[in-house]
């Protein structure tokens, strides 16, 4: 049986060849141009970086390697992280194997826990999360090797070592900082040979009793492993891991920006907005409650958080897939029946307000429609998971996969230090000026 390890030990080969091919016979040709708007605006749409874990295409939304979201929706979270590495589904062998691999990597080192239970009572969970990833960094055995001296074709291999230990060990440091922060009790060990969904609901003591939030937690775990590399926190990751910076710094670093409004923490305020319009009329809305509440929160200049989005033109296939869920399991829940109302209502209320904010001179909402962050909140907090703001905690979990694999292809490929050039308002004035 050929271990993840090997499987990479064979394929980086080809992968480095073909990247040399396209870069010796191709490297000059144009790909993208940069507008004065893009270069004040994010760079919205400047294609400058690579990644081949995943594409987020506009109509289509989330394909990893090859693969639309919502085809490969039943894959566990271990077959997703084997795929969004090598390209390919394990077979029960391999997924099997990685498992083995994380039961060996899944213990907390003590001072984790000391350092934790140090922190502020009122600390944000992100902040004791990622406090906790970073100060593992003593542990890093890219760093080591990297001083002892390593050739760079080695470079990967102390990474992807890295990357599962980081990986092993986020759902019992997740579920602990639940445990911590919430005053739920103790701390409560892995378990060898039970996979990293389940494992991650039985170390947050949530009753399971017939399975079914292990299975929205594999699906959680599965739909935001990776939105290709331009978003904020795989960005981010990228480029502190661009400085040789190992993977506990980076992946450390890339969660944070996951944890601002605009991007990962919204599922946090999402479902804070869904539980302030029920409280204010006393249960489910009503459609036009809700369109009176959504143009009451524009209005008032918040965003309405879970809708809209910065490359998206459709509804997010991970939406969509929640809704199914939900549908299926939930579907008579109050909170879920306002989140399901609410995408009855907001797109319309959101187009709306976009032609009013044309009419006033401002740029129109791009994007009328749901992000992943929409309805997660509401199955999370159907099962139990009642504390939203630790909602962002669960997302980095699962999105530590993505910036696992992304770091570990591009020691493998030997990307490039992260250096784009920027400019001053002076040198845009001059260059424009007639
Ligand atoms: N409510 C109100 N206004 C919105 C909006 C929303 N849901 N979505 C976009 N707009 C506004 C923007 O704030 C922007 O206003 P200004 O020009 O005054 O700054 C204008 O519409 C144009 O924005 P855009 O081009 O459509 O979208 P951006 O790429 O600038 O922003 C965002 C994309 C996701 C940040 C934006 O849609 C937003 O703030 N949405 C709500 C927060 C949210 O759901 N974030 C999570 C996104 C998914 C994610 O990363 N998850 O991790």
């Known amino acids: 049986m050929a271990t993840l390890q090997d499987v990479m030990r064979d394929k980086i080969p080809a992968w480095r060849d073909e990247i040399r091919g396209i870069l010796k016979n191709n490297g000059s040709k144009v790909i993208s141009e940069v507008t004065v708007q893009q270069a004040y605006g994010g760079m919205r749409g400047v294609k400058g970086m690579i990644c081949d874990t995943s594409v987020v295409e506009p109509d289509k939304g989330l394909i990893i390697r090859g693969r639309p979201l919502l085809e490969i929706k039943h894959l566990w979270p271990e077959e997703i992280f084997y795929l969004l590495l090598t390209g390919e589904e394990p077979d029960d062998a391999a997924k099997a194997d990685l498992q083995k691999q994380y039961d060996k990597r899944a213990g907390v080192p003590d001072y984790v826990w000391d350092v934790l239970k140090a922190m502020p009572e009122d600390s944000h969970p992100m902040c004791m999360f990622n406090t906790a990833i970073l100060v593992m960094e003593r542990e890093s055995a890219f760093r080591k090797r990297y001083d002892e001296g390593m ?56 009753d399971d009793a017939d399975g079914t939030f292990a299975e929205l937690m594999r699906l959680y775990l599965n739909f935001h492993s990776d939105h290709e590399g331009g978003n904020v926190s795989a960005n981010t990751c990228h480029t502190v891991g661009s400085a040789l910076s190992d993977m506990y710094y980076a992946v450390s670093a890339g969660l944070n920006g996951l944890a601002g409004p605009l991007h990962g923490l919204a599922n946090q305020e999402c479902l804070g907005w869904i539980l302030e319009t029920m409280k204010k009329f006393g249960g489910a809305p009503t459609e036009a409650q809700l369109r009176d509440f959504a143009f009451e929160t524009l209005r008032s200049g918040k965003v309405i958080p879970g809708y809209g989005h910065a490359v998206l033109r459709v509804t997010d296939p991970r939406y969509a897939g929640f809704l199914e869920f939900g549908r ?11 989140v399901s109302r609410v995408f009855d209502v907001v797109p319309k209320v959101l187009e709306e307000y976009s032609e009013e904010r044309v009419k006033a001179g401002k740029n129109p909402i791009a994007n009328c429609w749901p992000n992943v962050d929409a309805g997660s909140g509401s199955l999370l907090y159907h099962y139990g998971l009642t504390e939203f703001p630790y909602y962002t905690v669960l997302f980095s979990v699962s999105r530590a996969m993505g910036m696992v694999a992304q770091l570990v292809l591009n020691r493998a490929m030997g990307t490039a230090l992260t250096r784009p050039k920027s400019v001053s308002t002076r040198w845009i004035k001059g260059q424009v000026k007639g």
């Open 151 to 206: 050739t760079k074709g080695d470079y990967w291999e102390p990474a992807l070592e890295d990357g599962l230990q980081v990986l092993a060990k986020l759902p019992g440091i997740a579920a602990g900082v639940y445990r911590l922060r919430y005053k739920k009790g103790g701390l409560i060990p892995w378990t060898n040979g039970l996979d990293w969904g389940a494992n991650y609901v039985k170390m947050l003591g949530i």
């Open 328 to 338: 299926k399991h939930i579907a008579d829940d109050p909170v879920f029946l306002t």
